[in-house]
């Protein structure tokens, strides 16, 4: 079945939940680049810059997770397919001036399907990391904004996100 670029591909003809079959793409490098940020209370910030969060290293601990939770996306998301990923690099952000971690994750592959959910999880599960070991001094975080920047390579090309 021919699918169009307003076709949401996850459903057969007669909606139903289906995997996308992929065996007939062709293999190419894939990129992916999410972004997403956690505001805090500013006493919270301070302690996550001066490694004075009882549970440790916060953004250490957010970044090994962050990768760990790239390579587990097909785990948590029903219809994604496992692919092996080739790299995943996660940054953080201090934003002072809005007490905000921002968090961006890029993940490359060489497959028959991209990996924007890889990249979205990485940034997701950073940012209930970082959740997870400050909500003892501040339950009221926010996690806003998770979004994909930017995807290079496969079938539909060139992505960049645009406000």
Same mark, same amino acid.
């Given at each position: ?15 139903? &939940? ?38 440790? /290293? ?7 997770? &962050? ?59 950073? &940012?209930?990391?970082?959740? /997870?070991?400050?909500? &003892? ?21 060139? !992505?960049? !996100?645009?406000?």
């Amino acid at each position: 079945m021919e699918r169009g670029f307003n076709v949401l591909t996850h459903f057969d003809k007669d909606g139903k &939940a289906i995997m996308v079959d992929v065996g007939n793409k062709n293999e190419t490098e894939r990129i992916a680049f999410a972004e997403g940020k956690i505001t805090m209370k500013k006493e919270t910030l301070n302690l996550i810059k001066e490694g004075n969060m009882k549970k440790g /290293d916060v953004l250490g601990v957010s970044r090994v997770a &962050a990768i760990m939770g790239s390579k587990r996306t097909s785990d948590l998301i029903p219809l994604c397919h496992p692919i092996m990923i080739n790299g995943c690099e996660v940054d953080f952000e201090i934003d002072d001036e809005n007490n905000s971690v921002i968090i961006r994750a890029n993940v490359k592959t060489t497959g028959k399907t991209g990996v924007e959910m890889e990249a979205l999880t990485a940034v997701s599960i950073a &940012a209930l990391t970082i959740y /997870d070991m400050c909500k &003892a001094v501040d339950k009221a975080m926010t996690i806003e904004g998770i979004h994909l920047r930017e995807k290079i390579g496969g079938k539909s090309g060139h !992505y960049i !996100y645009e406000k």
